[in-house]
């Protein structure tokens, strides 16, 4: 396939983990190593498509920064793929908890996999919850699946809420709708937030408001299938050095600011 053509199904994809979609769009960078100007056009055109995704944000960012493209690449590819995010969380997560997750996250269900003596309560926003219930069920785990109007219901009656996040900034996370609701009401019941947030996902501030801008700006806060989540309801968040407090977290980000990404796709 050609490169042009690659990149048009990438950004016509959706459901795709972050660490698959940085993948095969870093794939296909590598072919316009040499030519700048076509590197900029296509790192805008790209994350106009795909707006929610931090890791694409990064990617394109560290990239369009870089004195060799070509290599900056590879090495992103190698970043994600060495992302410890899942392995280490699962690791982390207290023994025979009931952990309240919404919809089907990425990072987080493939560490519920990963642990057969969680109680899992899976709230079944924007249609996906069900299938990752579904999925888990199949591996003899123990999962209610929650419908939406139950969300603050599992929330407070879990022993820990499980968060996970696309693109997270100075003061807030981007992440399924409900996610807002369901740490305000875990808070006000004294359960624990993890907000889970793998490599590539830190921005920031001027990247971050830039990512809020393209995912949400056009949209009704209420008509969204995601939201803004603010920090203040995050206790501790899991990443690729392990669990850490939010501060230590956003002050991580590896991600430089790039004002040629500002532009409108062309």
Do not use: N
Not at 19 to 44: N, W
Not at 69 to 93: F, G, N, Y
């Amino acid at each position: 396939m050609h490169p042009i053509e690659h990149l048009r199904y990438v950004a016509r994809s959706s459901g795709v983990g972050q660490e698959s979609l940085v993948r095969e769009t870093a794939g296909a960078l590598l072919s316009f190593g040499h030519d700048p100007a076509g590197l900029v056009t296509t790192c805008r055109r790209m994350i106009a498509r795909q707006p929610s995704s931090g890791p694409l944000l990064w990617l394109a960012s560290r990239v369009l920064t870089a004195a060799d493209p070509r290599s900056e690449v590879r090495a992103c590819m190698e970043a994600m793929a060495e992302d410890k995010t899942a392995r280490l969380l699962s690791r982390q997560l207290p023994v025979e908890a009931a952990v309240c997750v919404l919809g089907w996250p990425d990072l987080v269900g493939g560490t519920l996999r990963r642990r057969g003596d969680l109680r899992v309560l899976v709230v079944d926003v924007v249609g996906e919850g069900y299938h990752l219930a579904r999925r888990l069920s199949e591996q003899d785990g123990w999962v209610d699946e929650v419908p939406e109007s139950g969300l603050g219901a599992a929330a407070a009656s879990a022993d820990l809420v499980l968060l996970e996040s696309a693109a997270v900034g100075p003061d807030g996370f981007l992440a399924v709708s409900g996610s807002r609701a369901a740490a305000a009401v875990a808070q006000a019941a004294e359960v624990p937030v993890w907000l889970v947030a793998g490599k590539g996902t830190v921005l920031p501030g001027p990247m971050w408001d830039s990512l809020v801008e393209r995912a949400l700006g056009m949209v009704e806060a209420w008509e969204a299938d995601e939201e803004v989540v603010p920090l203040t309801l995050v206790d501790r968040v899991a990443g690729p050095d392990g669990l850490v407090s939010v501060a230590e977290a956003v002050s991580s980000t590896d991600c430089p600011v790039t004002p040629e990404l500002f532009c409108a796709a062309i």
